[in-house]
């Protein structure tokens, strides 16, 4: 599982059984939005909107935002 939307313009992956922190990503701007995964060729990434928000003085951005998920 993926989230975004926090207040320090971090991308993390959870375990979804555990719900232990596997990876955390900075991103170049605030992610307050939903991230989607999608695969090509076998190889699976996340892609997300890094546009920050000025209602938490977020740098803002206009940024999609697309990492290979390791495996």
Known sequence: MFITGTADNYIRAFDVTSGKP??????????QSTPMTYEVNGKQYVVTAA?????VRHQVGRLHHCLRAAR
């Not at 596997?22 to 992610?31: I, M, N, T, V, Y």
């Not at 546009?51 to 209602?55: E, K, N, Q, V, W």
Request: hydrophobic share 35%.
């Open 22 to 31: 596997l990876w955390q990503g900075r991103l170049p701007a605030g992610g």
């Open 51 to 55: 546009g920050g928000t000025r209602f």
